[in-house]
């Protein structure tokens, strides 16, 4: 007899010895409390079956009695729960199967085949960091990028790692589209016990694209009660966005703070070396078996470069071209990569004309702000923020242009004012990558 056992023998025979207080006779206890069985202990709650409903209407009365007892030998503080023994197989069949859910993870996105570098590393280290260790120091982590740069890449490859090293850790990847989707499923099918019970018992949930959860009340909300309980039990939270945190617009600011208080990390565009890389691992996952020239990754690292997938685009096009142009070729050259994107490569156009107006527009735009707003005088935060940060731009963007020629166009502001502005970006860009990256994206748009 195992303790648990002895435990509960000794409770029923202490209770027995109390049956006149409680007004009961022999016959009764030995056909209904005898057969009472510990079938588990989940935290503080001991759950006890019994044969049938009516046998449980018998004992049910009696169940604080048995409690106090239970408590007194094991020294605890349990609490007894009563159900019938078919009720228990029911629960545990759809605690079961709840637990037999698809991680819906790609298992060929790995940080094996992610490709590291200056653009990327810092979002590479912290999601390896957080898959060997979840839950331990970055929880949430945040990572933010233009599309196509490698999010979801990280997202999997965390989730493939971690499950990996422990077979036996719930790990869900989700995007926050679908997360609402399953949500007004569940709630439609009365199934939010199961909806809870299988996002609460997560060791690592993975949450592709949150903006998309911005303007979703109360899908927020439940996202909010989730995010509480997992990160409260030191489990990983792992969310992805096209913007910061704090450039969320929509979203409710109790969640914002809650993605800020992890670790925020971006990735860039890749730079050129990189985005080589890039193409020389897609090429030896594609099993590319004839030489493809130095000067073809360069042509498309230089010209295709936007994002990841736009790199891989240009290979899977080139390759195909290679495939369906009826040539014998032994290499892939420089010339046969002008002739495959000779529809869709053009010389670099001429740079966008750029103007102090179009400057301020794009800003504004940015921050969902005006351009009389930009140029009032009002020192509403956001509004110095995006009016600093469009100062900067056209002391960098518009050439031969002086500071007071700025402050004139700003307004009529005093050169020493835009001075100082430019002076104050240029160091905060230095240490924020979230506003760097705010202000690679505004560039982006410009040029
Ligand atoms: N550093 C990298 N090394 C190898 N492949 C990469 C890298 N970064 C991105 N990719 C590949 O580029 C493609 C696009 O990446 P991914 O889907 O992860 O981008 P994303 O940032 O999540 O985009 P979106 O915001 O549009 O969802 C994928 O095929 C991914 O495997």
Redesign the pocket.
């Known amino acids: 007899m195992n303790n648990l056992d002895m435990n509960w023998q000794k409770t029923l025979s202490l209770f027995q010895g109390k049956l006149d207080d409680y007004g009961l006779d022999k016959i009764t206890f030995d056909s209904f409390f005898t057969t009472l069985e510990i079938k588990d202990i989940v935290g503080s709650v001991v759950t006890i079956t019994i044969d049938t409903k009516w046998s449980l209407d018998v004992v049910e009365p009696y169940l604080t009695h048995l409690q106090e007892i239970y408590n007194t030998v094991t020294n605890g503080h349990y609490q007894l729960h009563l159900m019938t023994e078919e009720d228990f197989k029911q629960s545990h069949a759809k605690q079961e199967h709840l637990l037999h859910f698809d991680d819906h993870l790609n298992p060929?996105?790995t940080f094996d085949?992610?490709?590291?570098?200056n653009?990327?590393r810092i979002a590479?280290n912290a999601s390896l960091a957080v898959a060997m260790k979840p839950g331990i120091s970055y929880s949430p982590l945040f990572?933010h990028?233009?599309?196509?740069?490698?999010?979801?890449?990280?997202?999997?490859a965390i989730g493939n790692y971690a499950k990996k090293r422990d077979p036996s850790i719930n790990v869900l990847f989700t995007t926050s589209e679908n997360f609402v989707n399953e949500y007004i499923q569940s709630l439609a099918n009365h199934a939010m016990d199961e909806f809870n019970y299988k996002y609460r018992q997560m060791d690592i949930l993975l949450i592709?694209?949150i903006q998309f959860m911005a303007t979703k009340e109360s899908s927020s909300e439940i996202f909010f009660n989730i995010f509480n309980t997992l990160i409260s039990n030191k489990k990983q939270i792992v969310i992805?966005s096209?913007k910061p945190p704090r450039d969320l617009k929509g979203m409710e600011n109790r969640l914002v703070s809650r993605f800020s208080s992890g670790l925020t990390v971006s990735?860039d565009t890749?730079e050129f070396e990189?985005a080589k890389?890039?193409l020389r691992?897609?090429i030896e996952i594609e099993n590319v078996d004839y030489p493809i020239t130095e000067e073809v990754l360069d042509f498309i690292a230089t010209h295709f470069n936007t994002?990841?997938?736009e790199?891989?685009g240009s290979l899977k096009r080139l390759l195909f071209y290679k495939l369906i142009c009826g040539k014998k070729l032994d290499v892939i050259d420089l010339n046969f990569a002008l002739e495959a994107f000779s529809d869709s490569y053009s010389q670099p156009t001429q740079k966008k004309e750029l103007t102090v107006s179009n400057i301020k527009k794009c800003v504004a735009d940015y921050y969902n702000l005006t351009v009389a707003q930009i140029n009032s005088k009002s020192r509403t935060s956001s509004i110095i923020v995006a009016r600093h940060i469009a100062m900067y731009l056209v002391r960098e963007l518009i050439e031969d242009i002086s500071f007071i020629q700025i402050g004139h166009e700003f307004g009529g502001r005093d050169h020493s004012t835009v001075m100082k502005a430019c002076h104050k970006v240029q160091q905060k860009l230095e240490k924020d990558m979230n506003y760097r990256q705010a202000i690679q994206d505004i560039k982006k748009k410009l040029v």
């Open positions: 060929d996105l085949n992610f490709v590291i570098g653009s990327n590479q990572i990028s233009n599309s196509g740069l490698g999010k979801t890449h990280l997202l999997n592709d694209d992805t096209d990735i890749p990189t890389a890039i691992k897609k994002d990841v997938r790199l891989e």
